[in-house]
């Protein structure tokens, strides 16, 4: 769980994400866009929720040919290739500084 607090985020203890269930709920749903969006997040934090390149593979397969934001156009203003997604800076900045003060 990600808690926002005031103008920051909290990060907690990061748990072993089960796989095989984010599969399956990603496959319920069977949106690209969804895949593209939560391969992307999730790739964020792999190394913690300890995730497989072979989820990631997977993601990407399913996310189509098109460019999508991640959230309102004129907010996200970075282009990440690898997922064909524009992203706000500030949240690459927040995962930065995350994974710098650990």
């Avoid at 390149?53 to 282009?79: A, H, I, M, P, Q």
Wanted: glycine share 2%; proline share 3%; with cysteine.
């Amino acid at each position: 769980m990600l808690v926002v607090s005031s103008n920051y985020f909290v990060f907690p203890r990061f748990h072993v994400v089960h796989e095989d269930k984010l599969i399956r709920y990603l496959s319920l749903y069977e949106k690209k866009a969804l895949y593209q969006r939560a391969g992307f997040i999730l790739s964020r934090l792999q190394k913690q929720l300890h995730l497989s390149d072979n989820f990631f593979e997977l993601c990407r397969e399913r996310t189509g040919k098109s460019v999508r934001y991640l959230t309102d156009k004129y907010e996200s203003d970075v282009y990440i290739p690898e997922w064909k997604l524009y992203v706000p800076q500030y949240l690459l900045s927040l995962t930065k500084y995350y994974y710098e003060t650990k």
